[in-house]
């Protein structure tokens, strides 16, 4: 067998580990256009997509007055009308949806000015009425779960636990549409790479 001199086959790694790392860097730039483009997460109180795209005046303010700093700026490469409008990327920060700021109403909602976000009182039965960020979806195939571990991440950090989220055998997860708000908290805390649960925008 041929011996293979020790700083070439570093060179060769690292060149290896540049290239994979590139075209990840890349594939997440794409992906991320994408997913702006498809079925961007607005912020909580949203008017439909339609609406709420004529109505957002791109001011940022719902940005800059989130406490969790889980709101950003929709890329400009997304294109069309979707850029420079405010979304969420849960994987990065949930909306955690203001339970320990002071205040009565979503941070987010209060500061809008043009009325693309509606005003959200802080309160259980406001948020679970009129919050629509999303809906959260496990994959099964990827969930520690449903694959002979125990985890619970997601159900613990859900602030809607027993009622978005249910657990049964092995911790293993159940999302109930119905009430899941889409703030993010799961998908934000799943510890399973690629993440096992994740928050897809209704169509509106």
Same mark, same amino acid.
């Given at each position: 067998?041929? =011996?293979?001199?020790? +700083? ?10 540049? @290239?994979?790392? %590139? ?30 795209? %004529? ?53 987010? @909602? ?9 005003? /959200? =009182?802080?309160? =259980? ?6 919050? %629509?960020?999303?809906?959260?979806? /496990? ?5 520690? %779960? ?9 159900? *613990? ?9 249910? $657990?049964?055998?092995?911790? +293993? ?7 899941? $708000? ?5 998908? *934000?805390?799943?510890? +399973? ?12």
């Amino acid at each position: 067998m041929e =011996k293979v001199d020790r +700083r070439q086959f570093v060179k060769q790694s690292t060149a290896i580990g540049v @290239t994979l790392g %590139s075209g990840a860097y890349v594939s997440g730039l794409l992906g991320s256009a994408s997913t702006a483009q498809a079925s961007p997460l607005r912020p909580p109180g949203a008017l439909s997509e339609e609406d709420f795209l %004529s109505t957002c005046i791109r001011c940022m303010r719902c940005v800059d007055a989130c406490p969790n700093r889980a709101l950003i700026s929709t890329p400009s490469h997304a294109g069309g009308a979707q850029a420079c409008t405010p979304m969420m990327q849960p994987r990065k920060a949930a909306c955690m949806l203001c339970l320990s700021e002071e205040g009565d109403y979503l941070k987010c @909602t209060e500061v809008c000015p043009s009325g693309a976000l509606r005003l /959200i =009182k802080k309160t =259980k039965a406001d948020i679970k009425e009129r919050v %629509s960020i999303g809906v959260a979806e /496990i994959d099964f195939d990827l969930c520690y %779960s449903y694959n002979n571990w125990s985890c619970g991440a997601c159900f *613990r950090a859900c602030p809607l636990a027993g009622e978005a989220m249910t $657990v049964g055998m092995w911790e +293993r997860p159940t999302i109930h549409p119905e009430a899941c $708000v889409g703030c993010g908290c799961c998908e *934000r805390s799943c510890i +399973r790479y690629p993440h096992a649960i994740r928050v897809k925008a209704v169509a509106s």
